[in-house]
């Protein structure tokens, strides 16, 4: 089996989560800059086959376009382009901070730890992943 790698863009860190090799559960993986994707992304499609990506895009159900739309549009057209094999799946990212943010309070992290750059966005990527997960089953 082959799993699946999901991202949640931001301008300034870009949150990575993993499946599982049989693509049942989401992890959060890592974060990592917009420079950096290419490096830590081919680490992860090379270490254990991958089936897809997975990009969280705002306002997908809604149809609103957001002040990040763009960004993450030319993030998807950079990641098809790296890898064209490979299928890039849209999965809407509404509320997906808040609810990352809500479950590590739920989880027991320490406030200090909450703050830490990058956290939110891993969780919020598995989140994200988690969410294509459901709808494909």
């Given at each position: 089996m082959a799993r699946f790698i999901a991202f949640?863009?931001?301008t300034r860190r870009i949150g990575i989560a993993v499946t599982d090799s049989?693509?049942?559960i989401a992890a959060p993986e890592s974060t990592c800059s917009p420079?950096?994707?290419?490096?830590?992304?081919?680490?992860?499609t090379t270490a254990e086959p991958c089936a897809g990506l997975v990009?969280?895009?705002?306002?997908?159900?809604?149809?609103?376009?957001?002040?990040?739309?763009s960004h993450i549009e030319a993030f998807a057209a950079a990641l098809r382009k790296r890898y064209?094999?490979?299928?890039?799946?849209?999965?809407d990212e509404d509320y997906s901070s808040r609810e990352a943010s809500a479950a590590?309070?739920?989880?027991?992290?320490?406030?200090?730890?909450?703050?830490?750059?990058?956290n939110l966005d891993?969780?919020?990527?598995?989140?994200?992943?988690?969410?294509?997960?459901?709808?494909?089953?």
């Open positions: 949640d863009f931001g049989g693509a049942m420079a950096e994707w290419p490096q830590v992304v081919d680490r992860l990009l969280g895009q705002p306002g997908l159900i809604s149809g609103d376009a957001t002040h990040s739309s064209p094999d490979l299928p890039l799946h849209l999965v590590l309070v739920m989880g027991g992290m320490k406030k200090s730890k909450r703050r830490e750059k990058g891993k969780v919020a990527a598995a989140i994200i992943l988690q969410r294509f997960l459901d709808q494909r089953s």
